[in-house]
């Protein structure tokens, strides 16, 4: 580049995260390819580095519909996760199993030497996370958790005013979301598929949000409460799916971080109300209030405002909602976790953050067991 053109492209943006690496082909399998798998594929098929050569799911004839619905041709199907593993050498697998066999099919995966991108909730227990967490150092492969928010520049801007010191220390936050009325059915609904209810399908995402922005501290007690009054009314219930509802649709906890910091979260898939209230997180220099956000759908829910002093007069800042240029959220997922695989860079979103977010629901669970405050307890890993 002539000098003359530096010094004119010196204010260009660049671009690095859109471009791909040139080389070989990444040959890529889909464990379980029920709806969530429908982004995992459109996502896939839209990287030019990447070759889905493999699908598994245990329902006989599903995996090969998917396929053909989706029209990539010449996969190879199978019966179940583990058959696929024997039988393929795959660079990378996506998990989009219910959360009941995300463990069992990332361990599996990792040690045969795969890549995992797996969904979100990480699993069901706080020992689970940890053998996930065991098999992936063993393996030295990327094991990244698919949170599509942390992709959202609105999202990311949390964590960015958060490290920027403009809150001052944080000492409490109040986080969650809900439906008034959206409680999902076929494999959500029954402990034998999904474990845990709205906590781990939608509750994990308010946890990310705010647990990502202020860098993870260890969770060290819980006291939770979950209930199920809307999943098995035959009132707000269809009866086939109240007569099979066994997880929560509603959950609260009262969470001590480490650092003295409290979380005050809630989360509900069903509920008298139409939000269990906007996040704020409160530090010792300023406030930030996030308005009530439907934060599995990606982004926040409208425009944040931090609430501060300036020269002792009390001022609001409002921010505007960032555009996502280029990219949408999902593909942002699944180009970080191929990229970390070709540079041999660290997972996009690690299972070392994740394994916290993991142990404070199923510590909810414990604690609304025996309606007592529980001592976060992670086995050494
Ligand atoms: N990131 C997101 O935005 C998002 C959105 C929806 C769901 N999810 C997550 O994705 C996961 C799947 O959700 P879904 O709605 O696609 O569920 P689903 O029930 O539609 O599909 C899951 C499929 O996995 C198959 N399966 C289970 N164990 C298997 C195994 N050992 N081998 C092969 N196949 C197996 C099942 O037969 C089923 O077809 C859940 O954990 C959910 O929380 C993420």
């Excluded at 999202?155 to 920027?164: F, G, L, N, S, Y």
Aim: net charge negative; glycine share 10%; aromatic share 8%.
């Amino acid at each position: 580049m002539a000098v003359g053109d530096a010094v004119l492209n010196q204010f260009e943006q660049t671009k690095k995260e859109e471009v791909v690496a040139e080389g070989k082909k990444l040959k890529v399998g889909i464990i379980g390819t029920g709806w969530i798998a429908e982004s995992h594929i459109q996502s896939y098929k839209r990287m030019p580095d990447v070759e889905i050569v493999a699908g598994a799911d245990l329902i006989p004839g599903k995996a090969e519909a998917f396929f053909k619905e989706w029209g990539v041709e010449g996969v190879r199907c199978y019966p179940d996760h583990l058959s696929m593993l024997e039988n393929e050498e795959l660079d990378a697998v996506s998990v989009c199993t219910y959360n009941m066999t995300h463990a069992v099919c990332t361990i599996d995966a990792l040690e045969r030497g795969v890549n995992v991108l797996l969904e979100k909730p990480m699993c069901v227990t706080t020992e689970e996370a940890v053998e996930i967490i065991r098999a992936e150092k063993k393996s030295g492969k990327v094991l990244s958790i698919g949170f599509q928010p942390r992709f959202d520049p609105n999202m990311q801007q949390i964590k960015k005013i958060v490290e920027a010191g403009v809150l001052g220390e944080i000492y409490y936050i109040q986080t969650g979301g809900g439906r008034r009325r959206g409680i999902p059915n076929s494999t959500f609904i029954e402990k034998k598929t999904a474990g845990i209810g709205a906590l781990g399908d939608i509750g994990c995402y308010s946890l990310d949000m705010v647990l990502n922005a202020i860098g993870y501290p260890k969770p060290l007690t819980v006291t939770g409460y979950t209930s199920d009054f809307f999943g098995k009314s035959l009132e707000y219930s269809l009866p086939e799916n109240a007569n099979r509802f066994n997880v929560d649709d509603f959950a609260a906890a009262f969470v001590r971080l480490e650092g003295d910091i409290i979380l005050d979260f809630r989360v509900a898939w069903a509920m008298h109300v139409d939000t269990p209230g906007d996040t704020i997180i409160f530090g010792k220099k300023a406030a930030l209030r996030i308005p009530s956000t439907d934060c599995w759908n990606g982004s926040v829910g409208g425009p944040m405002t931090i609430y501060h002093d300036v020269a002792g007069q009390r001022v609001e800042t409002v921010l505007p909602i960032i555009e996502n240029k280029g990219m949408g959220l999902f593909d942002r997922k699944i180009r970080s976790f191929l990229d970390a695989i070709k540079n041999g860079t660290a997972a996009p979103v690690p299972s070392s953050q994740i394994l916290y977010n993991q142990a404070i629901i199923d510590h909810i669970v414990k604690s609304a067991a025996i309606k007592k405050e529980v001592e976060v307890e992670i086995p050494e890993i």
